[in-house]
């Protein structure tokens, strides 16, 4: 039987779907524990690619025959390998093309809601990393928040939308991913904009994005309202978007909140984390729809693809939201914190103009989960 490549957007199809697979990793089995491709109805079966050099008899009992079965590696060569023996031994089946470094910058563009007078806005999920970014669109314009590396995406769907880019947002410093935000700008000469107290050591020139600013797109004049929200940076920033949305950045998830630690001022931005969470977003409509700038778990999807919840929702059953005591609070999100981003002090200086990796060594460091929330 041939054997047929299966895209990261066909993977991504199948998660939002929430349809059947069977995922056999070839990674190492530390790899595969560490990150792997989630899909609610996904079964699993993680196989080291060397344990398989002599054959694949002794794994074909584990392998379904009914369902897909999609090989998973890291670049996809060894998946290659695998499938071409399964499929010697009779088995339909699948590799994952561009493997797992494909997986991790795959861009999905989901459309979250309507403005007024035909804007739009719409979530770009990375599906494989739990980033999610976003742009704003009215009247052939268009405004970009927290945008990946990924920069060819974001171009395209813009001019897809007849829109020029001329506004382009960081919420914060990001620790976990390359911000493709300076590279857009420059492309589009759009007006780049950076939390200045998040920037005091950038080499490039930008605009302060302070609390208070207003920013409006297009004849109609959607407002994209900034409100400084700091603790997972000294810098931190939110918007609200057209008096519907509230991009939270990396303060507040669907499941968690923002962890402090990643400048390793933890216990001094503890205090200002709350007072963000606890204070400045109690004082806005509960009616507003939470965009985080992240998700951690599959779960965290709703049935279309995007992540969003109302903000009375999560006031209600987001734990993080519910600490009374601030010392038990504070205990939280000092010391339950999971493991550090992957070359997480690299992307940092990669973000501020200090280093310039190529594109290889890029994704290197991006490899991995996002890990900006606490446990």
């Given at each position: 039987?041939?054997?047929?490549?299966?895209?990261?957007?066909?993977?991504?199809?199948?998660?939002?779907n929430?349809?059947?697979?069977?995922?056999?990793?070839?990674?190492?089995?530390?790899?595969?524990?560490?990150?792997?491709?989630?899909?609610?109805?996904?079964q699993?079966?993680?196989?080291?690619?060397?344990?398989?050099?002599?054959?694949?008899?002794?794994?074909?009992?584990?392998?379904?025959?009914?369902?897909?079965?999609?090989?998973?590696?890291?670049?996809?060569?060894?998946?290659?390998?695998?499938?071409?023996?399964?499929?010697?031994?009779?088995?339909?089946?699948?590799?994952?093309?561009?493997?797992?470094?494909?997986?991790?910058?795959?861009?999905?563009?989901?459309?979250?809601?309507?403005?007024?007078?035909?804007?739009e806005?719409?979530?770009?999920?990375?599906?494989?990393?739990?980033?999610?970014?976003?742009?704003?669109?009215?009247?052939?314009?268009?405004?970009?928040?927290?945008?990946?590396?990924?920069?060819?995406?974001?171009?395209?769907?813009?001019?897809?939308?007849?829109?020029?880019?001329?506004?382009v947002?960081?919420?914060?410093?990001?620790?976990?991913?390359?911000?493709?935000g300076?590279?857009?700008?420059?492309?589009?000469?759009?007006t780049?904009?950076?939390?200045?107290?998040?920037?005091?050591?950038?080499?490039?020139?930008?605009?302060?994005?302070?609390?208070?600013?207003?920013?409006?797109?297009?004849?109609?004049?959607?407002?994209?309202?900034?409100?400084?929200?700091?603790?997972?940076?000294?810098?931190?920033?939110?918007?609200?978007?057209?008096?519907?949305?509230?991009?939270?950045?990396?303060?507040?998830?669907?499941?968690?909140?923002?962890?402090?630690?990643?400048?390793?001022?933890?216990?001094?931005?503890?205090?200002?984390?709350?007072?963000?969470?606890?204070?400045?977003?109690?004082?806005?409509?509960?009616?507003?729809?939470?965009?985080p700038?992240?998700?951690?778990?599959?779960?965290?999807?709703?049935?279309?693809?995007?992540?969003?919840?109302?903000?009375?929702?999560?006031?209600?059953?987001?734990?993080?939201?519910?600490?009374?005591?601030?010392?038990?609070?504070?205990?939280?999100?000092?010391?339950?914190?999971?493991?550090?981003?992957?070359a997480?002090?690299?992307?940092?200086?990669?973000?501020?103009?200090?280093?310039?990796?190529?594109?290889?060594?890029?994704?290197?460091?991006?490899i991995?989960?996002?890990?900006?929330?606490?446990?």
């Open positions: 039987m041939a054997i047929k490549a299966m895209t990261s957007k066909e993977v991504t199809k199948k998660v939002f929430k349809e059947k697979l069977f995922v056999l990793d070839v990674r190492n089995e530390s790899d595969f524990q560490d990150w792997k491709i989630e899909g609610e109805n996904f699993y079966l993680n196989i080291p690619y060397f344990e398989l050099l002599d054959g694949v008899e002794g794994i074909m009992d584990k392998i379904p025959a009914e369902q897909e079965v999609l090989v998973v590696c890291a670049k996809e060569g060894s998946s290659v390998m695998v499938a071409e023996m399964l499929s010697d031994a009779g088995l339909d089946v699948f590799y994952l093309q561009g493997g797992m470094k494909a997986w991790s910058e795959h861009l999905e563009p989901v459309k979250v809601g309507d403005l007024k007078d035909g804007g806005l719409y979530q770009f999920v990375r599906i494989g990393k739990g980033c999610l970014s976003y742009m704003v669109l009215s009247n052939g314009e268009a405004a970009l928040i927290d945008a990946t590396r990924m920069t060819d995406i974001y171009l395209d769907f813009a001019k897809s939308k007849n829109a020029k880019i001329t506004h947002f960081d919420t914060h410093l990001h620790a976990d991913h390359i911000s493709g300076r590279v857009i700008a420059e492309k589009t000469n759009a780049y904009w950076l939390p200045p107290k998040d920037a005091t050591e950038v080499t490039f020139d930008y605009e302060p994005l302070e609390g208070g600013n207003d920013v409006s797109i297009g004849e109609t004049k959607i407002n994209i309202h900034s409100l400084y929200s700091p603790g997972h940076t000294i810098g931190s920033t939110s918007f609200v978007v057209d008096d519907q949305f509230l991009l939270s950045g990396d303060i507040l998830f669907i499941d968690s909140i923002g962890r402090p630690d990643l400048a390793g001022l933890a216990e001094d931005w503890v205090g200002d984390l709350r007072e963000s969470l606890y204070s400045r977003y109690r004082e806005l409509s509960e009616e507003l729809i939470v965009l700038a992240h998700f951690m778990i599959i779960d965290e999807l709703n049935e279309d693809g995007s992540v969003a919840e109302k903000l009375g929702v999560l006031f209600a059953k987001n734990h993080g939201l519910n600490i009374e005591d601030e010392n038990e609070f504070r205990k939280l999100v000092t010391e339950n914190l999971p493991p550090q981003p992957n997480y002090q690299q992307i940092r200086e990669t973000n501020m103009g200090k280093i310039s990796p190529d594109t290889e060594k890029q994704r290197e460091m991006e991995g989960p996002n890990r900006c929330a606490v446990r």
